[in-house]
Every structure is written in C-alpha cells, then in structure tokens.
C-alpha cells in the first residue's frame, strides 16, 4: 500500500509534531511529576490545531474525515515518541462509535466536541482482566426512556478525564455500546497508573442510568475494529523506534576493544528485527487501507494485523533491553518506556493470543 | 535405619520444631527475602530467630566446614535437608552475595586468615557482600577493567569506578577485582581484594532500575586503603579467581531466582484470570503456551540433574555453567512474559493495592535483567561455542 500525496504530507506534518511537541521525554515529566490528568495537556493542543482530533469525525459534525489510514499515520508517530495523549480513546474510539452508531442527536451533540477537541471520552469494554467482547457480563436494563447499567471495567483508558463513557453491556441476547455521564449517580472511577505511566481506570456501575446509541452493537463493533487498527500501527511505530534506537547503540558501543556491532551475533538479530517491525507495519497499513476501503476482509487484516504488531513490538523492547545490555535496565534509559507500552498496548483490546483466536475463527478453523 | 534416613528423621524433627510458622510461607516477593548484614532490618521477629537458629546450626550454609560457621553436610545430607525445608515451604534463612560467590571462592583461592576472618560472618548474617566486577566500559569484556590498586608499602591505595554493583549501598564488604599491573597483559594484571565499604574513600550512588527500585549502583573509590593481606589467591592471578566464582553465579542466577513465581504454578494463576471451560484453560493458545513452558522446564530441570550428578562425580560443572545460565534466565523470563499472558489487564497495574503496587509488572521488568547479570546470554553462547563445542575464534 502506498501512500497518496495527502497522506504523504500528513505523515510528514505529523512526524514533525510528535517529535516536537510529544518526545519522550514528556512522558517521563509526566510520570515524575505524577500529573493529576496523566497526558500531555500542550500537545493534545497542538494536535486540535491541527484538526487531528477531527480526523475520524465526517466533515458535516467539524471534522476532517480522513479515514483510517490517517489516524494510522497519526499513531504511528505517537509509538514512534510514546507520545501520551487520549488520541486513541477520543480521536478513535470515541469518534468512531458515535459516527458508527450515535444517534443524529448524540452526533451532533458529541462529534464535533471531539472534533475541537473540548471534550475527552473514554470506551469501557472489559469486565475481567483479560478482553472478551463476545462474553460482557456488565448488564443493561430497560428503565424508562434509558436504560440501568450494572457491572464493573477494567482498562478504561482517560476515564478519570472523561466527559463520557462509552459502556459495553449485555441487553438480552446482544452486547451494545451505551452512553454514560461520568458524574452520574452510581458511576465509581479508580484512576490506576499503569505499567506504561498511560492512565487506565477500573469503572463500576451501580445502576447507572445510562442512554443507548441508535446502534449500539455497530458501534461497539466499529470501535473496536479502528481501535486494534490503530493500536497496530502504534505498536509498529514504537517497534521501529526501539529498533532504530538499539541499532544506533550496535554503532556507538565498544567492547573487546570492537564496536558491539561487529558481532555477527548481534546482526543477524538486528538484521531479523528489521523485517519484523517492517512486516508489521506494512500489515498495519494494509490493514487500515482495507478498513477505509471496506474491504470483504478487513476484519481478518486487522485482527492479523493487531496480533502480529503485538508480537514483534514486545519482541523489539526485549531486544533492545537485552542489545544495549546494563544500561538497558535503567531507568534514567528511555529504551524500558519501549518495552513497557508494548506489553501495555499489546494488551489493549485484545492481545496477540485473542486476536489470533478470533482470526481463526473468521477463517473458519 | 541408614545413617541418611536418620538424619533425614533427625532434620525433619528440628525444622518442625524450629522453623518458625510465618517463614513456611512463600515469600510474596523478592522485598521478603532476608539478606542480613550490619544495616539489615529485620521484617519480623521470626525472620530474625529463623536465621539465628538455622545459623547456630551452621546450616545457613550447609556444605560449608563446620570450622568456618558451616554445616559439614555431605552433598546428600544438604539434599535431604533442602527436602525437608522445602516440604514444610521453609524460607531460606539468609542469602546474599556472600553465600553464592564469594563463600566458595573463598573455600577455593583463600588463605586461612582470610577463610576464618570472613566465612564465620557470612554464615551468620553479619556481613553482607556486594560484587564489584563491572566498570563503564567493562561489560561483557571485563578483563579490560581498570580500577586501580597501587602497592604503597604495607597497603593498596584502590582508585576508580564500578557501575551496576547491586546493593552496593546495603552491603557491608564488597569483594572487588582490581588491577594490580598496569604493564601485565590484560587476563595478567587484575587481583581480587576484599574491603569495607565504610572505608574512606568509598561512594555509592543508587541507580534506578526500569522495575523502579533501585537495587544497583554507581560505586566510587576515591584513595581507598586495601589490607596487603586482603587479597584472595596470588597477587595479579585474580582473573581465575573471577572466573571461578562466577561459575558460582551463574549457577545459581540459572536455578530458580527469588521472586513472585518461585516455587508457583502458572497454570492455577491463568485459570483464575482468564478461566476455565470443560476443566480448560478457556484461552487455547495461552494453555498451549503454559505447557510447552513447563515440558521446557522440566527438561531443564533433568539437564541440571544430570550436570549436577557429573559435578559431585569429580568432573566439575565448568563451561556446563554458561548452559545452565542461558537456559535457567531465558526460561525465567519467558514464565515471566507468559504470566503478564494471563494475568491480562490486572498484571500491567503499577501501584493498585490489588497487585502489591504493581508487582506483577515489577517483577516481570526485573526478570529482563536475569540475561544480563552475571554475563549476557550472548556472552555464554559464546563461552559454550568455544569451550565446549570447541568451534574457532574468528
Ligand atoms: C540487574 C543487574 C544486576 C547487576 N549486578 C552486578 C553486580 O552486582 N556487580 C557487577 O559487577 N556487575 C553487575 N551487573 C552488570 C553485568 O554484569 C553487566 O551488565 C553485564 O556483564 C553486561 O555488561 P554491559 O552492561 O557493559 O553490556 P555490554 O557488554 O556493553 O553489552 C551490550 C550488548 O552487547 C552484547 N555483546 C557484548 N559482547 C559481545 C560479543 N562478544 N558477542 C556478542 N554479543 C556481545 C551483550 O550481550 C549485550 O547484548 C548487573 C547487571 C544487571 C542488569
């Protein structure tokens, strides 16, 4: 998949934005400072000037409507530079589910507050430790207009900064997204840093009023697929990252009085991660290429897609921890960030395992 | 009754008198464990009268001689007495640097003064010892070490830098390789001193681990007086010294390291995360996962067996070490990945009262540094290249 010129000059505005305003080391301010809204206010700024928090809002509701591809690029400079923003939780899942299946109220209400970037929202999924969208337990009851939500999330991420949530729950026989006023009576939200310095709460519903979507269901299904879509180019992004990084240390470091990089040990593993990360990303595009164009089988590319740039992201931290030796372990080191938000966003709807399972299944074995 | 059975008896009737009940119980994490020395504190008063008892029967090292505050046990009676504790879940008593490094080092190169100055201590919990063998740019390619010690007489004057000395900030000596000859070729000129660590001259500087504790160090000498009869073997033959005690090491960085997964089984964790279906873990491919991890342990486990045997028949474990390390830390961290597996979304949370404040992750952070410490996977790979499968330098 090649890029068009469109997307050429995003991805060269964005990389450039990144950098500088999300670098890395802005996560660790963060994270020392222990910031009480955990993402970097400045840059999520910067982002809404530049209408990325519209690129999956149509244009009729304020946004830019770029499509998957776009949001893609975006993540991949976001993993590139562990930029901590609530991209992924407003920009995509948020933006996706209610363009998917928000009522033409909700719409309007909703689609372009994300899109000028005034509000935060977060998706609520999982009610167990590990994602299992086809089994929510958290239950829906007909209750007036609405409806009453019982159950408890884990891996809400931005929820303690969110001005809606976006509830997976069970109603009879089908699973659909509602909408959820954060300040409602009965809604607890456990702010939990993560191993990855992201926020990521635990939400507990103690009949909560809440509104259903005019299509909840597709909704929820929409999210999710945008959502492992761009997780996948993320994580691809970061591996590259972690690659690059490590690569550069193979041609600074010296030992036995040679640069680590001679030993034929040590580039054959350069040489292998190279073409992971390249694969991965390369799946990551085509399969974000595939959701734009509405392929037959973007369901199946995204979940591949998803599952491999697990792998090969978490494959790439542990490489590079392990390439830049001692000094890998530290923490004054960025390279650990790396390893960190792979295992983290490789856990994030649905891990490797998961989505291979469910690829199988749509493979029909 | 065979001499071995009665003192399998003799030992089974002591420990359950003796062994306090909070020290059957697993350590929750690696903060559990006990490391003695003059700063250490004790968590609670059974740690404290388990290791005095245990170190009153010299069996807080129990292959040690009896004349240096060791057991005397044969090899068979420290394997029934490692039975037994491990029957009842009794925690090691004490255990730092001292016990797996520089204890047999000692028992090998030491001279008598020094044997009887510095064993009783270890096995007492005394003395706690740090290793300071790697520099800045002494890593994998130590022998090109350069800290200093110059021969003024009736001391050495110790001048330079180690880096990732664990606990260098906690312990009492630190055991440390030097260069004596500056001219000697660079396997020729190192030595292998001993020293306090509240000598004049010495700092500390805590480095924080990706884990976010901050068990190693940045360690300074700064004219630092080292005893001329602190020495371990022959002036300048330190290398063999080294060599010889991280043998030591890597045994035991190979067998299982102290932490939240000693001695647990993955898959009742996995089922209580992820659940069961038909009496199955319900994830397929995290179930497959768990077993081929396991049937790789277990057939780690019969190699070490087999090794160990080969030693004690007089061979030695040698080069067989740089196997047993490469295999026992890439297996530790893989158990490691493969619970972060199960445990999902809970595993990655880093301070929540539910996970100990992020033990999970801590613990599988640290696990990373396993292939690293104590020489690099890659370093022996390369020692069982050439010193057993006999294959050419380049
Ligand atoms: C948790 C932890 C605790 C430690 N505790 C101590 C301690 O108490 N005392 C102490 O003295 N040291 C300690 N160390 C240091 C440890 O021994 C060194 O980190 C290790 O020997 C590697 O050296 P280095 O960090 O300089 O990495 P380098 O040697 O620079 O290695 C960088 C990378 O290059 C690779 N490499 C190097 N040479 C070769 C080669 N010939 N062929 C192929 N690949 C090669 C390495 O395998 C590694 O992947 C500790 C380290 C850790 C992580």
């Not at chain 2, 047993?324 to 619970?339: D, H, S």
Request: hydrophobic share 40%; net charge negative.
């Amino acid at each position: 998949m090649k890029l068009n010129d469109e997307q050429q000059m995003l991805q060269d505005s964005v990389a450039r934005l990144m950098a500088d305003k999300g670098p890395v080391s802005h996560l660790r301010e963060l994270r020392d400072r222990n910031d009480e809204k955990g993402y970097d206010e400045p840059l999520w700024h910067a982002m809404v000037e530049s209408g990325l928090t519209g690129i999956l809002v149509p244009e009729e509701h304020g946004g830019i409507g770029f499509g998957l591809v776009g949001a893609g690029l975006v993540a991949r400079e976001i993993g590139r530079n562990l930029s901590v923003t609530p991209f992924l939780s407003t920009a995509v899942l948020g933006a996706t589910a209610l363009a998917t299946g928000g009522s033409v109220k909700q719409q309007q209400k909703w689609l372009p507050a994300i899109a000028e970037g005034s509000v935060i929202t977060a998706l609520a999924v999982d009610d167990g430790a590990k994602h299992r969208p086809e089994a929510i337990k958290t239950e829906a009851k007909a209750a007036g207009d609405g409806v009453t939500l019982n159950g408890g999330k884990l891996l809400v991420l931005d929820a303690h900064v969110a001005d809606l949530l976006l509830v997976a729950a069970r109603q009879g026989e089908s699973t659909a997204l509602f909408l959820v006023d954060p300040k409602a009576e009965g809604v607890t939200i456990e702010r939990n840093r993560m191993v990855d310095d992201r926020n990521a709460a635990r939400v507990t519903l103690d009949n909560v009023a809440a509104e259903p979507m005019a299509d909840g269901a597709a909704a929820l299904a929409a999210a999710l697929r945008a959502g492992r879509a761009v997780l996948a180019a993320e994580l691809s992004g970061l591996a590259r990252e972690a690659f690059e990084r490590t690569l550069q240390y193979l041609k600074e470091r010296k030992q036995f009085g040679r640069l680590i990089g001679t030993f034929q040990a040590l580039q054959h593993r350069a040489a292998l991660l190279m073409g992971e990360v390249s694969m991965s990303d390369a799946l990551a595009m085509q399969a974000l290429d595939a959701c734009d164009r509405n392929a037959d089988d973007a369901e199946v590319q995204v979940l591949a897609a998803k599952a491999k740039a697990a792998r090969v992201a978490l494959l790439a931290g542990q490489e590079a921890v392990q390439m830049h030796g001692g000094i890998g372990m530290t923490d004054e080191f960025d390279i650990g960030f790396f390893l960190k938000r792979a295992r983290a966003g490789g856990e994030t709807l649905g891990d490797a395992n998961y989505c291979a399972d469910r690829f199988a299944v749509l493979r029909d074995y | 009754m065979s001499d071995l059975e009665q003192f399998r008896a003799e030992t089974r009737a002591w420990l359950e008198a003796n062994c306090p009940e909070e020290m059957r119980q697993p350590l929750k994490s690696q903060a559990d464990h006990c490391w003695g020395g003059r700063k250490w504190q004790f968590q609670s008063d059974a740690q404290k009268v388990w290791m005095e008892r245990m170190a009153d029967k010299g069996w807080t090292a129990p292959q040690w001689p009896k004349e240096y505050g060791g057991g005397g046990l044969s090899p068979e009676e420290a394997e029934v007495l490692a039975e037994e504790m491990k029957r009842i879940n009794a925690r090691t008593p004490v255990s730092n640097f001292g016990f797996w490094m520089l204890g047999p080092a000692l028992l090998k190169f030491g001279s008598e003064e020094l044997k009887r100055q510095h064993l009783p201590p270890i096995c007492r919990g005394e003395i706690r010892w740090c290793q300071g063998y790697s520099e800045p740019n002494a890593g994998s390619d130590l022998a090109s070490l350069q800290t200093r010690a110059e021969d003024k007489g009736d001391h050495f004057l110790v001048n330079g830098q180690k880096i990732w000395t664990s606990y260098a900030d906690k312990a009492d000596w630190i055991f440390c390789l030097v260069r004596t000859d500056p001219n000697a070729s660079k396997h020729n000129g190192i030595s292998f001193a001993l020293f306090d660590m509240e000598s004049e001259g010495v700092s500390t500087r805590p480095i924080e681990l990706i884990s976010g504790e901050s068990p190693f160090c940045e360690t300074f000498f700064d004219d630092v007086k080292v005893g001329k009869d602190q020495i371990v073997g022959e002036l300048n033959r330190g290398w063999d010294v080294a060599k010889y005690l991280l043998t030591h090491e890597r045994n035991n960085i190979g067998g299982e390291p102290p932490g939240f997964l000693k001695g647990r089984a993955l898959g009742p964790l996995a089922a209580e995360h992820v659940g069961t279906e038909h009496g199955k873990l319900a994830d397929g491919a995290l179930r497959a996962d768990i077993a081929r991890l396991e049937i790789d342990q277990m057939a780690f486990q019969a190699l070490v067996g087999k090794i160990r045997e080969e030693a004690e028949a007089g061979q030695g474990v040698g080069a067989q070490s740089a196997v047993l390390k490469y295999y026992g830390t890439e297996l530790n961290k893989r158990r490691y990945e493969v619970m972060m597996d199960a445990l999902g979304a809970e595993g990655l949370e880093w301070e929540s009262e539910r996970t100990m404040g992020g033990l999970y992750a801590r613990e599988w952070l640290r696990s990373k540094g396993n292939s690293i410490e104590g020489g690099t996977s890659e370093v022996m790979l390369g020692i069982v290249s050439k010193r057993l499968l006999g294959l050419p330098d380049a």
